[in-house]
């Protein structure tokens, strides 16, 4: 029971087939519970009927099927995924089963192809405990089953592992971020002679090899001299030839002259009726007309507004 990982205590299935002896079986059983002892367990389950089985998640540590010698059980996915299922976390499987060494014959595996299959079914950890050759009545078993065999049979042992959680569990992922401290992040260190060469001290200003420039010599008369307000104007604003017209976002003053003179060089604008019917009176006017609710009047005619008109509006 080495081979098998068997210890006091675990809960062990042994999974048969039509193939096998009642003797043979029955040897296993007993050689298993002379290891697994009282608190253990060991139970028995036909490959057609594990599915059927009434065992409950997570509940075995060790599922052997096979590995009777006259065994030539072929395992599906769907039975690889029950033993999945039936294993607890980080339980073990052993079985054994007769494919191919290589290539492709009907029903049989390689032992690549079983290990896909133990894969899809969540196993890790899966590697080959070896080959045996078919006896004679095992090939015929299989030939009886399955069909002419190739030539290049034989009896792969595999083991695999169910990861150590449960389908659907999961955990929080410890990630290293640094932690923040209440330390002032450090300056970088500047270059000393950087830091020389852009520092001036009382020292240095009253050195006789130290030359300051003046700021004022670098103005000459003219940057002196008060801008006349005309200069600043721009060319052909406020033309004398033209009535003087500020422009839009003046700048120059004109503006505020204007301003400043008044309104007598304004003069009066009329309104002026786009329609031509504005003097007939309501009936005759537009609706956005600027005489509406005004009385009738002649053309250029002041509108005056009696109290009887006034009292009745």
């Given amino acids: 029971m080495d081979q ?130 078919l006896t004679a009545d095992q090939l015929s078993s299989i030939d009886h089953g399955i069909g002419s065999p190739s030539g290049n049979l034989v009896k792969h042992g595999i083991k695999a592992k169910k990861p150590d959680f449960e389908v659907g569990s999961s955990s929080q992922l410890k990630l290293s971020f640094v932690k923040k401290t209440n330390q002032a992040p450090e300056k970088p260190q500047l270059d000393p002679n950087a830091a020389k060469a852009w520092t001036l001290s009382a020292t240095d200003m009253n050195d006789d090899d130290v030359d300051f420039i003046d700021s004022d010599e670098l103005l000459d008369e003219n940057d002196l001299k008060k801008p006349d307000p005309a200069s600043l104007r721009i060319m052909n604003c406020g033309d004398s030839k033209k009535k003087k017209r500020a422009c839009k976002n003046c700048t120059c003053g004109l503006a505020e002259e204007l301003v400043v003179k008044g309104p007598k060089d304004v003069k009066s604008v009329q309104v002026k009726s786009s329609c031509g019917s504005c003097y007939l009176g309501d009936a005759f006017r537009c609706a956005s007309c600027p005489y509406m609710g005004m009385p009738a009047f002649k053309p250029g005619e002041q509108i005056l507004l009696t109290n009887k008109t006034l009292s009745d509006a």
């Fill in 4 to 133: 098998f990982d068997i210890k006091p205590g675990h809960y062990v299935v042994v999974i048969w087939d039509d193939l096998t002896t009642a003797e043979s079986n029955s040897k296993l059983v007993q050689d298993i519970r002379a290891v697994t002892g009282s608190s253990g367990n060991v139970a028995m389950e036909n490959i057609e009927r594990l599915q059927l089985s009434a065992h409950k998640d997570s509940s075995f540590d060790v599922v052997l099927s096979g590995v009777v010698p006259e065994s030539t059980t072929l395992h599906s996915f769907d039975v690889f995924a029950e033993v999945a299922r039936i294993l607890k976390p980080g339980g073990r499987f052993y079985f054994k089963e007769p494919g191919c060494i290589s290539g492709d014959n009907g029903r049989l595996k390689t032992a690549s192809q079983l290990g896909s299959l133990l894969k899809l079914a969540g196993f890790t950890e899966i590697c080959e405990m070896g080959k045996e050759l």
